[in-house]
């Protein structure tokens, strides 16, 4: 099954033959279902702070920042940003030569307000000696599609999102990286220093690196901030072997195996080797212009708030469980804790001896810890937040894609769609424990959440494995709690056109 040139690959890889074996294993049997104990509402799993206490949990961030800890924005940034340009890939490659859909009559109708039509603009007249008015007016709409997508223009057809020009303002238009910095100088900065870490593809680096570099000295200036840009890439050990469809190892016309990227959950080892305390988690379009800012910052902080006081609550108890010699009330204080602020239900614990309470409450207490903003269900789509069963039989809260859910159990189907809230990506985490040392992250994954897609490469069909989600089972076994946030911190760009939505407006 396993060749020893298929061994000499795995090798420089840097990924075991047990690792593949595994995997393989997978596609057998192919992944499970979660257990569903409810869809998490306000009142059951989802946390709706009122105002008063919204400026008690800013304040508290507030609190914490000061004592110097080291914090950090991560922001998965690889990745093209062919998607968002899929509509206009196909008008221009399509036959007619002007615009036809609706999709079509607003791009075009609306080309100036884009926050890059400066730059289009400069790119038709060196194309083609005329500016993008001047060719559309003379039908050659086509020719300004080309110069937006392809390479001797603007290149955004494969461009990774970060580097497109979201936003204008008076003096210059802003990327979304410029806007990650400028975010992190509202709410992340402790002793004067921020930590910024970009997810990027090795061969859209360099580009972000130049960025950088570019304009770090002016939002250094601006905000009175020292910036720590850093840049990782997925881990080639991280990459899935793909599969024919009857199981086997998949290999290319030249004999090698076929390997594909594992996904976002790959990042888990991204974020595992950050040296940071407290870490933001972010997706690279959910940005808004400055005008908008200060309520994203508001729920950053309010978030950031709630962790670190059950993160305070959680370190006072365990280190309470090492001094020895605790009453049973100060057990079931603990236990109160666990079920009411971390909405987690162990079965039995009421009826565990004291060992072996006190060995349930060091498991669950001693874990990464998040807390993840929860916008208003108004069809977006996204993950959902349930409270679902572990392999162990607690229950907790978690994430959960649609993939996930058993579509053909009524009740289950009942939850996802009758759901109040979805998941925007609005994380903030503690990567640290009592003891301050780094949780190595991986161990906290359900290896068992992944997901097997179909896909064909040369015309043959493969299957593809997808490594559990970063939010989704990467963070499976951590402790969480849901905080219901304001539907306008969540603004992504999905697709070009949604950079004309109000909010992507200056």
């Not at 914090?71 to 509509?87: E, H, L, Q």
């Not at 108890?317 to 009330?329: A, P």
């Not at 607690?394 to 998941?423: C, K, R």
Request: proline letters at 5%.
């Amino acid at each position: 099954m396993i060749t020893s040139e298929d061994r000499k690959q795995l090798a420089a890889k840097g990924i075991s033959e047990q690792q593949i074996l595994r995997q393989l294993e997978q596609f057998r049997q192919g992944f499970p279902y979660l257990k569903l104990r409810a869809a998490a509402a306000i009142g059951n799993g989802i946390v709706a702070p009122t105002e008063k206490e919204c400026q008690a949990l800013v304040q508290a961030w507030e609190s914490y920042k000061s004592e110097g800890h080291h914090i950090t924005k991560f922001v998965p940034a690889s990745g093209a940003a062919s998607r968002m340009f899929k509509n206009m890939f196909e008008f221009r490659d399509g036959d007619h030569d002007a615009p036809v859909s609706d999709f079509e009559h607003t791009y075009f109708d609306h080309i100036q307000d884009f926050a890059f039509f400066p730059a289009l603009d400069d790119a038709c007249q060196v194309l083609y000696g005329e500016g993008a008015l001047a060719l559309m007016d003379a039908g050659h709409y086509k020719d300004v599609a080309a110069a937006m997508l392809d390479e001797e223009g603007l290149n955004y057809g494969q461009l990774p999102k970060g580097l497109l020009q979201f936003h204008a303002y008076e003096e210059d238009a802003r990327t979304p990286l410029e806007e990650h910095l400028v975010e992190a100088a509202q709410y992340a900065v402790s002793n004067g220093e921020t930590d910024i870490h970009f997810t990027v593809s090795t061969e859209h680096r360099e580009l972000f690196e130049q960025l950088v570099e570019r304009v770090l000295p002016a939002y250094e200036e601006r905000f009175k901030v020292k910036y720590h840009v850093s840049f990782s890439e997925q881990k080639p050990s991280t990459d899935t072997l793909a599969a024919t469809m009857d199981n086997e190892p998949f290999h290319t016309d030249d004999g090698q195996l076929l390997f594909r990227p594992g996904g976002h959950g790959a990042l888990i080892q991204n974020l595992s080797d950050l040296d940071s305390d407290i870490v933001f988690i972010k997706n690279i379009d959910n940005v808004v212009p400055d005008r908008l800012k200060p309520a994203t910052t508001l729920w950053k902080q309010v978030i950031a708030g709630v962790l670190v006081n059950a993160q305070r609550q959680a370190f006072a108890y365990l280190n309470r469980l090492d001094e020895g010699g605790v009453g049973r009330d100060e057990l079931k204080e603990m236990c109160r804790f666990l079920r009411n602020d971390l909405c987690t239900e162990v079965p039995g614990i009421a009826e565990m001896g004291t060992d072996e309470l006190i060995a349930t409450l060091r498991r669950k207490l001693n874990r990464p810890m998040r807390v993840c903003g929860m916008v208003k269900n108004v069809g977006e789509p996204g993950g959902g937040p349930f409270l679902a069963f572990n392999p162990d039989g607690s229950v907790s809260l978690q994430i959960l894609e649609s993939s996930q859910i058993d579509t053909h159990n009524p009740a289950y189907m009942a939850m996802f769609q009758s759901g109040t809230h979805f998941n925007p990506v609005d994380i903030v985490c503690a990567i640290r424990d009592y003891k301050g040392q780094r949780f190595d992250l991986p161990r906290f994954v359900d290896p068992a959440t992944g997901f097997i897609s179909y896909k064909s490469k040369s015309g043959k069909e493969l299957k593809a494995l997808e490594l559990p989600g970063l939010w989704n089972g990467a963070m499976s076994d951590w402790s969480t709690i849901f905080v219901e946030v304001p539907l306008e911190t969540f603004n992504p760009v999905k697709t070009v056109n949604d950079l004309l939505r109000p909010q992507h407006q200056g």
